[in-house]
């Protein structure tokens, strides 16, 4: 009250409300608002505040319904239309946002905000050239919004034209440097369509002008190891980590390349991060990587098959875009499920229409919750995010029934690493020795039924060598 008392005051008491909230300080901003909403006659603005405070007190509800009563009241406030078109962008309600920037734009068709509203709501509900369209005037009327620019690349690199795409990208960067955010979705454009060189130039330019951050030495760290440049990716990944030390994606990185120690097991948020943003080009990716696990996989699936007659239910950890479900597809076995801790490679896996159930989760959190038994458990190129294996093999034993098999690939590690059986290679995967597999699968209580050596995918033309092992649970001892 006495906080009440001292921002007496109504329009001090309401700008108090919007910095709080703008801070994140959010439990703070409730008493204010509810002292300001008894002193001011209700409005669009107060409305706005009090939507706001429910979005960032996680009450989503709450938050569209102050929206709803603010624009029953005021259906011609622009800014209420936007605010409410951007909430439901942020909640996925694509439609309902396309609607309230298209009012927005009829309220006033210069605004460049409302467009870009609009643009990005089609651009969500699958019209990328209606977005185009959009963004476009966006940002012909703000030639110097990186978002806008940003979003209009998305949009139009989605319609198909990933060459314009990239003009747009640059035509943002200026040789003293440009806005980071847009350097760094240039350079990331480069990685996603394998042009490394000008990654890195581009990179380079950000570092001359100044304008850098983790992420800028990340991904350059990233395309020059792609190049083979591994001192010169080692001496990136120090600066990203001087630059961002908490951030996952980058630590991972940089322990990779050998600075930090590697921990056990690749960290979920990076794992997300990689593969979120991979996730609509890793098949063509994969296949021109001359990728040779789901091909493998399915060989053993009819070993399988001729033994037992049939299989299911089936479990695919790691599952990705569905790549192992596609290579199955035609044979007597199912239900599938797939699980994997990327949304964006499940969405690819869904449209597929594939597997029975698609979740996505840890597969160590997964399995631990799992009370399923399954006949067939596979995992394609997912081994090779844990270095430690003895966790994961744990929580998969009880899961097999018990003539099932576990069919899964691993990378190679050729030598021995100071007693350890595993090591995190450059690329941020790890590889393990043969010797380290057997032991683990053995003290997991799993007998090996075959182990072969199996080339993953190749890499600059060379192949990259692993194992493709198929176990069982050792029978019980009495
Ligand atoms: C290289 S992709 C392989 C995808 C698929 N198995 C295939 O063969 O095409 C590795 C996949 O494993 C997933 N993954 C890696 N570690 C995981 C974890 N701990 N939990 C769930 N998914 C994981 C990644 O998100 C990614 O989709």
Redesign the pocket.
């Known amino acids: 009250m006495d906080m009440v008392h001292a921002t007496a005051d109504p329009l001090a008491l309401v700008r108090r409300v919007g910095a709080l909230i703008d801070a994140g300080r959010c439990g703070a901003a409730g008493p204010l608002l509810a002292a300001a909403r008894q002193l001011i006659e209700p409005s669009p603005e107060l409305s706005l505040l009090a939507a706001r405070l429910a979005e960032g007190l996680g009450e989503h509800a709450l938050a569209r319904a102050e929206f709803d009563a603010a624009i029953e009241v005021s259906p011609d406030h622009g800014d209420l239309r936007k605010q409410r078109a951007s909430f439901c962008q942020r909640t996925g309600d694509y439609e309902r946002a396309a609607r309230d920037a298209a009012e927005a734009v009829i309220l006033d068709p210069a605004d460049p905000d409302a467009k870009a509203m609009l643009g990005s709501a089609l651009l969500n509900l699958g019209h990328p050239a209606e977005a185009r369209t959009c963004l476009s005037e966006a940002c012909s009327a703000e030639p110097r919004n990186p978002a806008f620019r940003e979003a209009l690349a998305v949009a139009t690199e989605t319609d198909g034209d990933p060459e314009a795409a990239f003009a747009i990208l640059r035509a943002g960067l200026s040789p003293m440097g440009g806005p980071l955010n847009l350097r760094n979705a240039a350079i990331l454009f480069c990685i996603r369509h394998r042009d490394f060189p000008t990654a890195v130039s581009l990179a380079e330019d950000g570092r001359i002008a100044g304008t850098v951050d983790a992420c800028l030495f990340g991904l350059k760290g990233h395309a020059q190891s792609s190049l083979g440049l591994h001192a010169e990716a080692a001496d990136s990944y120090a600066e990203a980590l001087k630059l961002g030390p908490d951030d996952p994606y980058v630590r991972h990185l940089v322990a990779s390349s050998g600075l930090l120690p590697g921990a056990k ?2 960290p ?1 948020d990076y ?2 991060a ?2 979120d943003g991979y996730a609509d080009r ?1 098949d063509d990716h ?1 296949i021109g990587l001359g ?1 040779q ?2 091909g493998a996989i399915r060989r053993v699936v009819l070993e399988y098959l001729d033994a037992m007659g049939q299989c299911g239910p089936v479990l ?9 479900g596609v290579a199955i597809a035609d044979l007597p076995i199912g239900p599938l499920t797939g ?4 949304g964006r ?1 499940l969405a690819e896996a869904e449209a597929k229409s594939l597997y029975a159930t698609l979740e996505e ?4 959190d ?1 399995l631990a919750e799992d009370t399923g038994t399954w006949n067939l458990i596979l ?4 081994l ?3 270095g430690a294996l003895d966790p994961l093999l744990r929580a998969i034993h009880p899961r097999l029934a018990p003539n099932g098999w576990f069919v899964f690939s691993v990378e190679e590690r050729l030598t021995e690493a100071e007693g350890q059986g595993w090591a995190l290679h450059r690329q941020g995967r790890y590889a393990h020795t043969q010797a380290y597999l057997e032991d683990s699968l053995r003290a997991a209580g799993f007998t090996l039924r075959d182990m072969r050596r199996q080339t993953i995918r190749y890499e600059g033309g060379a192949p990259v060598p692993g194992f493709l092992l198929v176990v069982e649970p050792a029978p019980a001892v009495h």
């Not at 695919?316 to 192992?324: A, E, R, V, Y």
């Not at 995992?379 to 997912?382: E, F, L, P, R, S």
């Open positions: 097991r690749a979920p794992l997300r990689v593969f890793f994969l990728y696990i789901p695919d950890l790691g599952c990705g875009t569905g790549l192992i699980v994997d801790i990327s490679m989760a840890d597969v160590l997964w995992a394609g190129d997912m090779c995010y844990f």
